[in-house]
């Protein structure tokens, strides 16, 4: 169970993370750091849930790690594409400003 949480947490986690590198210069310093940002706070969810560093967790989590980051490409993308172009790299922002 608290493997399904800690990968739920990291799909969310990568969702805006995913959203800012989809709007920056492709292997720029801010899309290393969309993408390196989150690693150390998903070490921490590892540790603090006690799931640790098992063999058969690396596969569900660097899954989740990924789908989160090509789903927030894919919200940037498709509010593009709707005409909604955003304001900002910043998925919350653009949600909350939307008008």
């Excluded at 899309?31 to 690396?58: C, K, M, N, Q």
Aim: net charge positive; with cysteine.
């Amino acid at each position: 169970m608290n493997l399904i949480l800690v990968a739920i947490f990291v799909f969310l986690l990568n969702l805006p993370f995913g959203y800012w590198r989809a709007n920056v210069k492709k292997y720029g310093l801010q899309w290393i750091l969309a993408i390196h940002i989150p690693v150390p706070f998903i070490i921490a969810a590892r540790i603090f849930s006690d799931i640790g560093f098992e063999l058969y967790t690396y596969p569900i989590l660097v899954g989740a790690f990924f789908i989160g980051q090509i789903a927030g490409k894919y919200l940037h993308t498709k509010r593009k594409s709707l005409g909604q172009s955003p304001l900002t790299s910043c998925l919350v922002m653009d949600i909350v400003r939307k008008n």
